[in-house]
Structure formats: C-alpha cells, structure tokens
C-alpha cells in the first residue's frame, strides 16, 4: 500500500478485502505528514489520537463483515473554517487562535455517520480571504510541486495536503473560486457544487450568498463519491436543497455524456491568459472533441463586470459577518493588553490586533459600500449586474450544456509576486468568480503537468447538474490517463 497511489474508491476496495487496515493506513499517513507537511505546511493541527479511534471504529466493521460505506475509514483533511467539536477551528486568524469548536458543522456530522477519518485542520487565507495562503496569520502553505511557488487560496492547505499525498480527500470552501483555483494550482480535482446543494452550517461564514463546501480529490470519481456523502436538506441552513443525486455522478454513460454541447466563452480566452495555459487549453479540448463532444462558441458579455460585483457584494458580507468576531465571544486575542480598557477600547484593541490587514481591507471596504449614502451607488447596483451575469448564464444554457473555460490566467506564481498588489491577487480570481455570482456547480480538473507547474480546466453546468460535469470530467480522466 503506498500513499500516493491511494484513491478513495483503491482504499475502499482496498479495505474491503481486507488488504490493510483503516488504523495502519491511519497511522502511515501520520508518519508521513510528520515529515513531507514541515515543507509543505499543508495542516494547522493534526489530530492522532481521535483519528485513529475513527479508524479502530471502521476496522471494526471490516471485522464483523458489515457493509461498508464509500468513506469508511477514508482519511480527510478539513479546512480550518470548518467546524469539527472540540478541535480548534482558527480560520487562520489570531482572532479565533484560542477557539475549540462547540459543534460538528452539518457535513462532518455526515462525513462520520459514515466513518470518514479526519487526520488534521489545514491552513487557509485568514477567514477565506486570499487566492494564495500568504495572509494565513499562523503559516505559510507551499505547492507541493514547487516549494517556491503558492498553492493558491484561499482553500491552500486543503488542495496541497491531496496533491502532497498527506490525505486521500479533503474538504474546503469555495465563495469567489477558493476551492478550484487551489485545485488547478495544485493539480487536483476541486468541485464547487450548486448554492444550495452543500448545507454551510457550521462553516464561519465569508461571504453567505456565495459560500459553498466542496471536495478536494485525486480523481474526478472521488468528488462525485464524496460530494454525494456531503450534499443534501438541512433544516439548520433554510439556502439547502434536497436532491436525488445518483449513482450516475460517479458511474457516467457514454452516450450520455455524448449528447452533451460544450460552450467556448469568447470572454475567457482573450489577452492576459499565459501562453502555457492557453497551449494546454487547446490540448484538452483536442482530448474532449475525440470524446465526440461538440463545442460552440458563446458570449457571456457581463464577464468583465464580475470582478468589480464581487469585489462590492462579498465585502459587504464579510464586514456583517465578521462583526461578531470581537475576540470576546468565541475566544481572547492573545497579546492584547486589557487594562483600563472600557468595551469599546476593548473592541478596537482585540479588532486592530487579530485581524490581518487583508481581512482589515475587506471590512472597511464593505462598511464603506453598506453605509448611509453609498448602499445604493454600490451595493444594490452591484446587485443589480449581479442578476444580468446570471442572466448571461441561464441565455448560454440554451444553447449549450456544459461551459469550459480556464480555472486561471496563469500557472501558480511565486511566494510574493502579487501579495504586495491587491488587484493582481483579485485577478487571480477572474475565471471563477462570476460562477458563485450565478450560484452554477463548476469543477476544476488538472489537465497536463509542464514543467512540473499544474494547469487546470473549468467545467461549469447548469444548476443541479453536476453529474454533466462530473461525467465529462471522468471521461477526460480516462483517455488523458
């Protein structure tokens, strides 16, 4: 058994017949963790002990020959945004530095009805604010390909501890492309569901409207696998939907998949797309067109205000989001000095010193466009084009089925190249964001490795259909290899 080969459908297989136990993978994982994660510095926190009395649990069942689930005995990492009781849930903000959870979060009250096994917390941009894992307050998460370079954000830790072989799956949270930008950077597969068909309970909330928890995985099957154990109604976030997804997310027809047209949006293959990523664009839609698949060119013409709407409606949800998080009610700041402090210094004090200055940025941002005056020049304006994106989605829809584009315009960069230059940072995002803006299920799949630098595509599909991209997505698989 070695780590690196191992997929969530190899270890289940693996499981069942009994080749190893949940437990000695368990603890190889942990082995290994403590010495590939002191470059890669994927994990906040790991946890040995309750891990492996998860793993005893799922070797248990093996023992009494009781079925067993996709995810039995699976070892996952989980984005520290993501609540798990009684383990810390930092957000990689020295604001919640000394906060331990109270409760589960509704998908890992899912993930261990089924056994799942959580190996640690990874490391994120502060609150899910960033697209490179540079404004964590605690660590710096390096791409397991190329230790100089990011490993893109703010999902970071997730997507490097799966590339990294430090877990066979993991969870993180995508409101502007956090899932599948890290995903591309780290050549994995990262699938951001509908709004509405993941439950966000228990997730410290970002931006609400634009929020989702998806999969990181090796393979595309992986992510319909897991994606199915997490999605559903839940009768604590009233945005979440019950559908009947089936087999069919992870066990595609052909001719299925063969009646469906793929869209080329002219707005996502125009200047700024690096040279390496427009050559490997090309290559897998070569790969795709041998599928049997048509393409079609479309217009999305909104695109180009995406950027600036999110920029506008996510501050304004962070800044009332974040309000509670004072450094009084969940945990105290450390290092910040109380005396003679009344409520409000007390405020400024905990405020001024916990949050980072990217998260800073964002609230004052978003106080600023939510404030008497401003609303609505920017807010309920930006809401407005929001709608005419969304639009422009639902208009391509009817003439296509899926829509391909680049999950970024360049391959990973460097640690520092864009920390310094907000804007450019933000543009790492352009490609994936007017997706939540349009609440759409998009995937992010690694297409051919250059130079050991990943490059990945986006498939984006109609609400509710995952299973369209899902399946496209493990077709490539198996003719690109």
Not at 405 to 411: A, D, G, R
Request: aromatic letters at 10%; a neutral charge; charged letters at 25%.
């Amino acid at each position: 058994m070695h780590l690196h080969d191992l997929t969530i459908r190899k270890f289940h297989e693996g499981l069942k017949k009994k080749e190893f136990s949940a437990f000695d993978v368990a603890k190889t994982f942990f082995d290994y963790i403590g010495t590939r994660d002191q470059e890669v510095g994927a994990y906040l926190s790991v946890h040995k002990d309750e891990a492996l009395k998860q793993a005893e649990l799922a070797d248990i069942k093996v023992a009494k020959n009781e079925p067993l689930e996709w995810l039995t005995g699976v070892p996952m990492a989980i984005k520290d945004n993501i609540l798990i009781q009684g383990l810390p849930a930092t957000a990689a903000s020295k604001m919640l530095e000394n906060y331990k959870a109270a409760y589960d979060a509704t998908v890992i009250t899912r993930l261990k009805s089924v056994g799942a096994v959580f190996l640690g917390k990874t490391n994120l941009d502060e609150f899910a604010m960033g697209s490179s894992t540079e404004n964590s307050a605690f660590k710096k998460t390096r791409n397991p390909h190329d230790l100089d370079r990011v490993p893109g954000g703010s999902s970071g830790g997730s997507a490097a501890a799966v590339a990294g072989h430090m877990a066979v799956a993991a969870l993180g949270s995508d409101t502007g492309g956090s899932i599948r930008q890290p995903a591309g950077f780290c050549g994995v597969v990262g699938l951001k569901p509908t709004y509405g068909a993941v439950s966000r309970h228990g997730v410290i909330a970002m931006a609400s409207s634009l929020d989702q928890i998806g999969p990181f995985t090796k393979t595309v099957e992986d992510s319909a696998i897991l994606f199915k154990s997490i999605a559903g109604r839940d009768q604590f976030d009233a945005t979440s939907v019950e559908k009947n997804y089936g087999e069919e997310l992870w066990n595609p027809k052909l001719e299925d998949i063969k009646k469906l047209k793929i869209g080329i949006p002219e707005e996502y293959f125009g200047p700024g797309l690096e040279p390496e990523v427009v050559k490997v664009m090309e290559e897998t839609m070569k790969t795709l067109k041998s599928l049997g698949l048509e393409f079609k060119e479309i217009s999305l013409p909104h695109t180009k205000y995406a950027l600036s709407c999110y920029y506008i409606i996510m501050p304004a949800e962070v800044s009332s989001n974040l309000a509670r998080i004072d450094g009084i009610r969940y945990a105290p700041v450390s290092g910040v000095n109380r005396e003679g402090l009344d409520l409000e210094g007390l405020y400024r004090q905990n405020r001024s010193h916990g949050f980072g200055s990217e998260t800073k940025r964002r609230i004052i941002l978003g106080t600023y466009v939510l404030s008497s005056g401003y609303y609505d020049a920017y807010y309920a304006k930006a809401q407005k084009v929001r709608r005419l994106i969304a639009e422009d989605f639902e208009k391509a829809f009817k003439e296509v089925d899926v829509i391909f584009t680049p999950v970024s315009p360049t391959v990973p960069f460097k640690f520092g190249e864009k920390v310094s230059d907000p804007l450019a940072m933000y543009l790492s995002d352009i490609f994936t964001i007017p997706v939540n803006m349009a609440g759409l299920p998009a995937v992010s799949i690694p297409a051919k490795i250059k130079g050991g630098l990943p490059v990945g595509f986006q498939l984006i599909g109609k609400h509710w259909r995952e299973q369209d991209i899902l399946g496209i997505g493990q077709f490539y698989e198996r003719l690109s290899g």
